[in-house]
């Protein structure tokens, strides 16, 4: 009977009410301890410990089959002996499933001495089945196996790159061939996201770094009695290097991760296979105005760098070594040859390229997940650094033979 003092029942509301079912329940009684009952009354398991004259006695009941055990859960049970007997008087079906179930409720059930044979074969199967196996170490391949795998991806990327270069390349043409293909409006977008927010930033870094480069250089050159020196170690430094390289670098970690992380995200919303479908070209649309913000803008980061990078070394000049702003101006516009300027001016475009390349490529690379997204603004960002990087020794190395 169901109610208060019953087992809780549930009536099927499309028998009107002719046929009762238990519901499943764990019971605390004195004298049996925890135990669990499922589904059905004479089929339900049920395993419980036997408290009794210092003795402990494992009881399990009714059906242990898949099935049955559907509904089945509750604590596991430790006996308070350590010696006890095991009670499997009313079991009645058992599988493997069920077998598992005792077995996670009451892992000491195997080790009972008085458990039937056929049981005890059952346990030390699914028992097998639970224990840890050693795992097979990794082969890990030899070195000359890793390093040719690695110089095969490194191939695999420069190749991509190179492919996504020349496709870059015809639609530049196309666009300069027909001007309205232009998107001007994403155009000026992409110039004020990249650019002049970026702006503010790169003047300050640029600024404290042209004064680290007089601060430093002036402690050495005092020692050499050269101190007045300065002004062409921090014009040539800056126009060379630094006023170019700074922005670079920065718009390697902000613009290339920021182009990644758009395109990679209308990949990922399938925004791109709409815009295909429409008889949008992908490079037209996202590609090319970004890759033409770049190439705008980076001139103008570059010169506003150098600016900012003489003046801090026009502030430390002034405040260490005593030098006027009019005698800074006088010697840098001597002793600085303007060849250095457009020596640094000249690795602008190329720079660009690069960074608008390594972001463009990898967010159109993203598969859909976010996983990939994130793995993809990662290598688009070092990809970009140590490009930049690269072309910049290369260019060192270039301009020095060339005695530029």
């Known amino acids: 009977m169901c109610g208060v003092s019953g087992p809780a029942c549930w009536h099927d509301p499309l028998d009107d009410g002719l046929w009762e079912r238990e519901l499943p329940r764990a019971i605390r009684s004195p004298d049996t301890g925890w135990r669990l ?63 598992l179930a005792i077995l996670t409720l009451a892992p000491n059930a195997a080790f009972t001495a008085d458990l039937p044979a056929n049981l005890a074969d059952l346990f030390a199967l699914v028992g097998s ?41 015809v639609a530049l043409m196309k666009s300069l061939a027909h001007p309205k293909r232009m998107r001007l409006i994403a155009l000026a977008s992409s110039i004020q996201k990249v650019g002049f927010d970026a702006l503010p930033l790169i003047a300050i870094m640029t600024f404290f770094i042209g004064a680290v480069v007089a601060l430093i250089g002036s402690d050495l050159l005092k020692t050499l009695g050269a101190s007045e020196l300065v002004v062409e170690l921090v014009g040539i430094s800056v126009l060379r290097e630094f006023g170019v390289l700074i922005p670079a670098i920065l718009l390697a970690g902000r613009s290339a991760s920021t182009f990644a992380a758009q395109i990679g995200a209308m990949r990922m919303n399938q925004e791109t296979q709409a815009m295909k479908v429409m008889g949008i070209d992908l490079f037209d649309a996202l590609v090319v105005p970004r890759v033409l913000a770049l190439l705008v803008i980076m001139p103008l980061l570059a010169i506003v760098a150098m600016l900012a990078g003489l003046a801090g070394g026009l502030v430390v000049s002034w405040g260490i070594l005593d030098v006027s702003p009019t ?70 190395i270039l301009f020095n033979v060339l005695e530029i």
């Open 37 to 99: 009952a499922a589904m059905n009354a004479r089929t339900a398991p049920n395993i419980f410990v036997r408290e009794g004259d210092g003795i402990s006695t494992l009881v399990v009941e009714g059906d242990w089959t898949a099935m049955s055990i559907a509904g089945l859960s509750g604590h596991v049970l430790s006996p308070s002996n350590l010696s006890f007997s095991s009670d499997f008087g009313n079991l009645g079906r058992i599988d493997s499933a069920g077998a």
């Open 129 to 169: 089945a639970m224990a840890d196996r050693d795992v097979p170490p990794i082969k890990t391949p030899p070195f000359h196996v890793r390093l040719g795998q690695k110089v095969y991806r490194a191939v695999q990327e420069i190749g991509a790159s190179a492919r996504f270069l020349g496709q870059l390349e």
């Open 327 to 396: 005698y800074f101006a006088e010697r840098l516009s001597a002793a600085v040859d303007i060849r250095h300027f457009w020596v640094g001016m000249a690795k602008v475009p190329v720079l660009a390229i690069v960074i608008a390349l390594a972001g463009c490529r990898h967010g159109l690379s993203v598969r859909g997940d976010v996983e990939d997204l994130g793995g993809r603004l990662t290598v688009a960002v070092v990809q970009a650094l140590f490009a930049i990087i690269l072309l910049d020794a290369a260019f060192a």
